[in-house]
Nanobody, 122 residues
Framework: QVQLVESGGGLVQPGGSLRLSCTAS????????MGWYRQAPGKQRELVALSRPGGISNYAASVKGRFTISRDSAKNTVYLQMNSLKFEDTAVYFC????????????????WGQGTQVTVSS
């Protein structure tokens, strides 16, 4: 069974920084894309940043220039460096792995992490 484990959330003051990490495990052969989503109270889950094959990254307009996604494919790990954090960045951040193929299988599936809380508060 594939599992995604996130870490790095916490409480930070406005203008501060946090780095989130997410590692996928479970006899993984390949992963197509890995990304971060977030969900604030009373709001829908939204894409924050996505690391796609070929080194392509996509960002939500609200985080562009402040957040940076990076990926270590050998470790099945994705990172999200968050700088200049704002109150409105407060949310539960979820890691997503898209198109995961396990060893010995032609099927691919998508998986979610359990979420990590990021709170920006003074």
């Amino acid at each position: 069974q594939v599992q995604l484990v996130e870490s790095g959330g916490g409480l930070v003051q406005p203008g501060g920084s946090l780095r989130l990490s997410c590692t996928a495990s479970g006899s993984i052969f390949s992963i197509n894309a890995m990304g971060w989503y977030r969900q604030a109270p009373g709001k829908q889950r939204e894409l924050v940043a996505l690391s796609r094959p070929g080194g392509i990254s996509n960002y939500a307009a609200s985080v562009k220039g402040r957040f940076t996604i990076s990926r270590d494919s050998a470790k099945n790990t994705v990172y999200l460096q968050m700088n200049s954090l704002k109150f409105e960045d407060t949310a539960v951040y979820f890691c997503n792995a898209e198109g995961v193929r396990q060893a010995g299988s032609w099927k691919s599936n998508d998986y979610w992490g359990q979420g990590t809380q990021v709170t920006v508060s003074s």
